[in-house]
């Protein structure tokens, strides 16, 4: 095969250099017919992405003013964002989710995707499909549907402390509403992040723990010596979209803020703090500086997690 | 692929303990099956809840016990409401994320398939830089975006139409990913250089031969932003303000704003639950069906890093 592939190689680069002008070839092989291919995508990028965001810094220096229209303030206003107790106080909660929940769920996605993979568990697909389930359903009725199980009207948590004439369990108050949030996103995640490291464990050859087995390692041993090693880059991975998504967690607080107003506020995260400023408050100019600072705090927190388990990994 | 090098050697030697241990496992296992299988049951919990709930009438949510069936079964009442409710803007609602949903599906997973391609295939001017801006994009946080794509979906009025969703929607920079760390290990060059020493255009290549062995991931990427667009909340919250152009996961929720605003006293709690219901039933049935290319979807990024 090798040997077969080399030769097709010189047919075609002699015909090639026999073909049109080499320079024309040169120029449409490397310019013309992959740029051409990229067109639609460059230009969606562009549009969608790149211009909005060149747009967001730009109008995030400027401030609009009943009188004297729109000044250029410099970075006045990311300097407010600094000092807003309210876009901290957003800060706060998502960094209490973020230290507390994530290594919640994936240590718990990460033990049942060894488990899941480990000789020990049968009906394999039917726990696999049970646990992936709750990522088909859009995170707003997944926060609807617990919404409705936390309420203390018609949730049936309410209702089975009452039986047992126990106080109702206090989900949707202002000490219950982080751990309630937190549930959720477990609960909607936790299938998805196992099934990535379960692929990842299913693509080690299993010959790499063979001859440990034989050598009598336990099943733990295994997990612990040989196989999280493996799936090191898998990890990180969710690890790093766990960041992004917490940080920038909107969907779950803003359905329940419907339900308890009282207890969820416009800026009990950043993200719904962004929201409220651009789109009720029509202060565009102060959002979009927001939007960049949280942005910075997703990059910074991503970033500097990627750099420590790059060193981690090569001593 | 470092792989060989970080396993430790287990001792050698040690051999008879293996089948101590399988016996003396009997009770782990059991503990280990019990865990499972309660995990299993919180994370059905909520569907659970969803399907007894949709049979219920408004009243019996209150006064009968919420894990099960009441005796009487109102299912059909409650999908009949929902389907009329409002003029049957649920209807409405229904058709807005379908057409959302196929538009942007088919559109992303051709651009990104088209993308990928040519990043796997061609070297080119400016190749690592582009890629790695399209990759880093992709630590860009959507509200960073969300704002000015608004403000300017507005200037060119595109807000409350299809389009201010279905565009936004067709950039995918995951998927150019995918694509192209799936032509690079399903397309050998030699296959493309046999169709170039055939005479065949580039275009033609393409389409005749990449995209046909392409066809898995670019099913991956077809399904991943069906149910992206299909469970998206955030940009049609932002970009439509008529109900008329409202994909499901908005008319829902604001649904549920309105029955809480009315503490629950109108038929609205059952309309969202039996709503939610209809609304996530397409994507488990393809979530069952299709399960296999969910999968490659969610597992080629990881296993090749």
């Known amino acids: ?315 | 692929m470092a792989i060989t090098e970080s396993i430790p050697v287990a001792a050698p030697g040690a051999g008879a303990r293996q089948r101590a241990g399988r016996r003396r496992g009997w009770t782990t296992r059991s503990l280990i099956m019990l865990f499972m299988v309660l995990l299993l049951i919180y994370f059905i919990l909520p569907l659970f809840w969803m399907i007894v709930s949709s049979t219920k009438t408004n009243e019996e949510l209150f006064s009968t016990f919420g894990l099960w069936f009441a005796p009487d079964f109102n299912l059909f009442g409650n999908l009949a409401s929902v389907f009329t409710y409002d003029n049957g803007i649920f209807l409405i609602w229904l058709r807005n994320s379908v057409y959302y949903a196929v538009c942007s599906a088919i559109g992303a997973s051709l651009i990104a398939t088209l993308a990928g391609y040519v990043f796997a295939k061609f070297q080119f001017v400016g190749r690592n830089l582009l890629f790695a801006i399209i990759l880093g994009s992709i630590m860009v946080p959507n509200t960073a975006l969300a704002i000015p794509l608004y403000l300017l979906l507005s200037k060119v009025g595109l807000i409350n139409t299809a389009l201010a969703i279905i565009l936004p929607s067709l950039v995918t920079p995951f998927g150019v990913y995918l694509m192209r760390v799936y032509t690079e290990q399903a397309i050998p060059d030699d296959l493309l250089d046999a169709g170039r020493v055939d005479g065949a255009g580039e275009l033609r290549i393409f389409w005749s031969i990449a995209l046909r062995i392409l066809m898995p991931g670019f099913v991956t990427i077809l399904l991943l932003t069906f149910v992206g667009t299909w469970n998206n909340y955030f940009l049609p919250l932002l970009v439509t303000n008529s109900p008329a152009y409202y994909p499901l996961t908005v008319g829902l929720a604001n649904w549920n704003s309105l029955a809480q605003g009315f503490g629950g006293s109108q038929i609205l709690f059952t309309l969202v639950i039996t709503g939610s219901l209809v609304s996530i039933l397409p994507l488990i049935v393809g979530f069952l069906f299709l399960q296999r290319y969910w999968q490659n979807g969610l597992t080629f990024g990881s296993v090749r890093s």
């Open chain 1, 1 to 315: 095969m090798q040997q077969e592939a080399g030769a097709t190689h010189l047919i075609i680069s002699d015909i090639g250099s026999k073909r049109p002008p080499a320079r024309w070839s040169f120029w449409r092989r490397r310019v013309g017919i992959p740029y051409l291919f990229l067109l639609p995508f460059l230009l969606l990028f562009a549009f969608f992405f790149l211009i909005p965001l060149g747009y967001a810094l730009w109008i995030s220096f400027f401030v609009e003013r009943l009188v004297g229209g729109t000044v250029f303030v410099g970075g006045q206003n990311y300097l407010q964002a600094f000092r807003d107790a309210n876009f901290w106080f957003g800060v706060r909660n998502v960094l209490v989710l973020l230290i507390i929940q994530v290594p919640v769920m994936l240590g718990l996605a990460l033990v049942l995707a060894l488990l899941l993979d480990s000789q020990i568990v049968r009906l394999k697909t039917l726990f696999r499909l049970g646990y992936f389930l709750p990522y088909a359903i859009p995170s707003v009725i997944g926060a609807l549907l617990w919404g409705y199980l936390y309420s203390a009207h018609i949730g049936p948590f309410t209702q089975l402390a009452a039986v047992f004439h126990m106080p109702a369990p206090g989900f949707l108050t202002d000490s219950g509403i982080i751990p309630s949030i937190g549930n959720i996103v477990t609960w909607q995640w936790t299938g998805y992040n196992m099934v990535v490291m379960y692929a990842a464990l299913q693509s080690v050859p299993t010959e790499l723990y063979d001859a440990a087995l034989v050598d009598g390692a336990s099943g733990w041993d295994i997990a612990r010596y040989i196989k999280i090693p493996l799936i090191a880059p898998a990890i990180v991975l969710t690890v790093v979209f766990s960041i992004i998504g917490t940080l920038q967690l909107f969907n779950e607080p803003n359905i329940l803020g419907a339900i308890v107003p009282n207890i969820i506020q416009d800026h009990f995260t950043p993200n719904m703090y962004a929201y409220t400023l651009g789109f009720t408050n029509q202060q565009y100019n102060y959002a979009a500086a927001i939007s960049f600072v949280l942005g910075g705090v997703v990059f910074v927190f991503s970033y500097v997690f990627m750099l420590v388990t790059n060193r981690g990994r090569q001593r």
